[in-house]
Nanobody
Framework: VQLQASGGGLVQAGGSLRLSCLVSADTFSNSVMGWFRQAPGKEREFVAAIKWSSRITFYADSVKGRFTISRDGAKNTVYLQMGSLKPEDTAVYYC???????????????????WGQGTQVTVSS
């Protein structure tokens, strides 16, 4: 499985960006797709996740109400629509895929088997 993230860039505070993650895989049943981010000097943290089959979504409290995760099965793509961006959202954003991830582990990096290369998001104040 290969993941290719794109869509990052420089945006002013209050602005929006949409990240995309193209997934090369033949089957997605029982899979979870997640977005994580890592700011300089900080650990990688959970942002959002979506269960591929049920489309059930999960969000970090820090982004709830501002970010939306979705997926397009026809395009094998997962999106992260980010709005009301803040300078503290600045980070490298990674998409990840995991199979058989249980709900209690969905926010843990260790639960994901595959990772994309990351895309930089910079929010200026």
């Amino acid at each position: 499985v290969q993941l290719q993230a794109s869509g990052g860039g420089l945006v002013q505070a209050g602005g929006s960006l949409r990240l995309s993650c193209l997934v090369s895989a033949d089957t997605f049943s029982n899979s979870v797709m997640g977005w994580f981010r890592q700011a300089p000097g900080k650990e990688r943290e959970f942002v959002a996740a979506i269960k591929w089959s049920s489309r059930i979504t999960f969000y970090a409290d820090s982004v709830k109400g501002r970010f939306t995760i979705s997926r397009d099965g026809a395009k094998n793509t997962v999106y992260l629509q980010m709005g009301s961006l803040k300078p503290e959202d600045t980070a490298v954003y990674y998409c990840a895929a995991g199979r058989g991830v249980i709900n209690s582990s969905i926010r843990r990096t260790q639960a994901y088997n595959y990772w994309g290369q990351g895309t930089q998001v910079t929010v200026s104040s």
